[in-house]
């Protein structure tokens, strides 16, 4: 299966712990978006990297928030000092890059339960 | 801020009946796109509209993008419990890639 792979799937920690999620994307998609979603709510975007350029970052992402994507490939979301708050589901996306008619395909997921 | 309000944001219906989700923004997107999303996953793409007034047909599945590019519509012809799930729109603007997710609407059919 060659489809957008996030680890890990559950993700428990105490308030305060740092916590890291990685996302693997289609290989040959250039384009890998991070959003966070609550329970029965529609995706929140958080950032968005073309390559390896982060071209767009929420003001709602805190400065404890961060995302990497080294060598345009697998991408890190990053939440330090964790609060309860956090709490949600984390979903990765990938596409390639169209003028029109862009396909994002989004993996599984991470589930941050911060207790 | 560009927003993406769906209603009805609850429906539960019967094996068998037609149902129309909406999605509604004040702000103008270059595209709209529809997903369905099942609990534990990610969502996964129905459909893209790109042009005003265009509608595409999915199975059962009917999707309109409004003429001014501002709203949108789903409407499921004879539902079936397969169809359950939260449905969401997205739209992205001109000049960005940033796809704005709606609220969300979650269906259930009974068998």
């Known amino acids: 299966d060659t489809g957008v792979s996030q680890n890990p799937r559950h993700k428990i920690t105490k308030r305060g712990q740092n916590v890291t999620f990685r996302c693997d994307p289609i290989s040959e998609h250039n384009r890998l978006y991070w959003y966070r979603q609550t329970l029965g709510q529609g995706p929140e975007f958080l950032t968005y990297?073309?390559?390896?350029?982060?071209?767009?970052k929420s003001r709602l992402l805190s400065d404890r928030f961060s995302a990497e994507r080294p060598k345009g490939s697998f991408s890190t979301l990053e939440i330090q000092r964790t609060e309860q708050g956090d709490s949600a589901m984390y979903l990765c996306?990938?596409?390639?890059?169209?003028?029109?008619?862009?396909?994002?395909?989004f993996g599984s997921g991470t589930q941050l339960s911060v207790l | 801020t560009q927003l993406l309000e769906q209603s009805p944001q609850f429906l539960s219906i019967q094996e068998g009946e037609n149902l129309t989700v909406y999605c509604n923004s004040s702000?103008?997107?270059?595209?709209l796109q529809w997903y369905r999303q099942e609990p534990g996953e990610g969502p996964v793409l129905l459909v893209t509209v790109v042009t005003g007034g265009e509608v595409k047909k999915l199975k059962r599945l009917t999707f309109q993008f409004g003429d001014a590019r501002k709203d949108s519509s789903l409407h499921i012809t004879a539902a079936q419990p397969g169809d359950t799930g939260l449905y969401l729109c997205a739209g992205v603007a001109s000049g960005t890639y940033k796809y704005i997710f709606g609220t969300g609407t979650r269906l259930k059919v009974l068998a």
């Open positions: 990297f073309q390559n390896e350029a982060q071209l767009e």
């Open positions: 702000s103008v997107f270059s595209s």
């Open positions: 996306a990938s596409s390639l890059a169209r003028a029109t008619n862009e396909k994002l395909f």
